[in-house]
């Protein structure tokens, strides 16, 4: 049976569809720098939010300053969850089409968000994609 799609529109070239990418952390080590700074440096996407939830070890003044000058909004849980928790946490703030999780030491390449939101393009009935990790140099 195909899925009938509603709002078309909103998959066309016309506009592009709005991205949120969340990172849940328990370390929230200097990692979290570089892999926001690969998000940031992102091409061919218009701006996007960016979400970290974090418990377990506290993210150092350094580390917070850095991240709140890339824009990015970070929430901190007191009691300690799972990686599910915090992006069932994610998830229940997201007001984009598409959301994008990774982890806190991945970083991207500078098209890694264009590609996924082609994808997404491309093919209105697609739900989930996936990207390949090529190693770091």
Not at 17 to 23: A, E
Not at 96 to 113: E, K, P, Y
Request: with cysteine.
């Amino acid at each position: 049976m195909k899925r009938k799609i509603r709002n078309k529109q909103s998959f066309s070239t016309n506009k592009r569809l709005s991205v949120t990418v969340g990172i849940p952390t328990c370390y929230g080590g200097e990692s979290l720098i570089a892999t926001v700074q690969s998000l940031r440096a992102q091409v061919g996407v218009r701006k996007f939010r960016l979400m970290i939830v974090a418990d377990r070890t506290l993210i150092n003044r350094s580390i917070r300053k850095q991240l709140k000058t890339m824009g990015v909004e970070l929430y901190w849980n007191r009691r300690e969850g799972s990686q599910f928790k915090k992006l069932a946490q994610m998830i229940a703030k997201l007001r984009s089409d598409l959301f994008v999780f990774t982890q806190d030491d991945i970083t991207f390449h500078n098209r890694a968000i264009d590609h996924i939101v082609k994808a997404f393009e491309k093919n209105p009935h697609l739900t989930m994609v996936g990207a390949y990790l090529a190693a770091s140099s």
